[in-house]
């Protein structure tokens, strides 16, 4: 094997899934990761498709269904909290529409892959790499902690903002492409009976503001939700490290709203797991340069609202490990390999993100609204043939191989 020593930057989902294969198939990876410990909280992902055959191949769908969010449907409510039009895992199959049978919170499928690797994998919590320099042996890292050590490949596993992309390929903003809006997570109490349904109050554009909804998700634990913010917004300038000017913005968007929106405002500012970001994909003519390679978010995030990034992340790291073993190390054969094999699914990921749009949580005006409403309400009496196309098809894009005999080789 010509490559088995491989850095892996990110202990999110992505990279503890490609160490996981890449141990599987003989490597050795490194996990790095600038916080100080795998992370609490988060917002849910979906599994989806393709990326439901992996986690099997992984060994951790019991795990996963054991962490379940106990979301079974989402329902859009009235200011009052009535319900106007709701929408159950049953209409779309089990891995399409909004909410995806097998949904889980972000770190908790963090923590089951961390679990399945750290008795195999080095991981280093608390650092970053700070320069990349590579020749045609292998590729030479500077950390924040101040060493340096070589490797033989290099893969950014870092999500949206990448650091390895930045520092490999060049400036983030050549690789953005901004959907106009954001997005802003966090996890707190509730006292509304969820019962399993996610709640969503959508207010329509108008008297110089643009559609936006909140929401409430359900939780494993008792009288706990995941509060949730979409609103469409120009760009902002703030600092992507300070939390509390987010959290402002977030505020200064939504004041004055009814329904639940003033206690998740007053929520906000003790929020352990606060997430913000614009919403945007990561659009690239190529994955690879040289000896690095990037996987998941990092290289191809379709949208955070999308409800596929995490399916894209499993099925990458599967497919990258795969095709970089049954190349024997040789990363210029096993990278174009993989960018084969996920380029279809990446570009169909994208195309229906962009095509979803954001009226249906951010809608221009009442009757728009209205017309989403509608919409719903009919999707449970359309031939399900109907109303499976869109995210199932994307999901399963993907005809995967079965690498199964390229383990420990």
Known sequence: MQSRSILVSGAGIAGPALAYWLHRFGFHPTVVERAPEPRSGGHAVDIRGTARTVAERTGIVAQVRQAHTGAHGMAFVDRTGKRVATLSTEVFGDSGGPIAEMAIR?????????????????????????????????????????????????????????????????????YIRDLGCYVSLFTTSTTLDLDGWQLMYTMPGGTGRAGRTAGLAPLPEPGKTLAGFFWRLAPQKYDRHDVDEQKRIVA??????????????????????????????????????????????????????????????????????????????????????????????????????????DGGLMPDSRAQLWLRNQSVRILPYLPKRLAHRGMENVANTVRLKDYAALAHR
């Open 106 to 174: 972000r770190t908790d499928l963090a923590r089951i892959l961390y679990e399945a690797t750290r008795d195999d994998v080095e991981y280093v919590f608390g650092d970053s790499i700070t320069a990349v320099e590579q020749d045609e042996h292998g590729v030479h890292i500077e950390f924040e902690a101040g060493r340096a050590r070589r490797f033989d490949l290099l893969v950014g596993a870092d999500g949206v903002h990448s650091n390895v992309r930045r520092l490999v390929f060049g400036p983030e903003q050549r």
């Open 252 to 357: 200064h968007s939504f004041a004055g709203e009814g329904w639940e929106i003033p206690r998740m405002l007053s929520a906000i500012w003790d929020a352990p797991d606060f997430y913000f970001d614009r919403v945007s994909q990561v659009q690239m003519d190529s994955w690879s340069h040289r000896r690095a390679v990037l996987l998941g978010d990092a290289g191809y995030c379709a949208s955070p609202m999308s409800g596929i990034g995490t399916s894209l992340a499993l099925v990458g790291a599967y497919i990258l490990a795969g095709e970089l073993a049954a190349a024997d190390g040789d990363h210029h054969l096993g990278y174009a390999r993989y960018e084969q094999e996920m380029r279809e699914f990446v570009n169909r990921a994208h195309e229906f993100a962009r095509g979803a749009g």
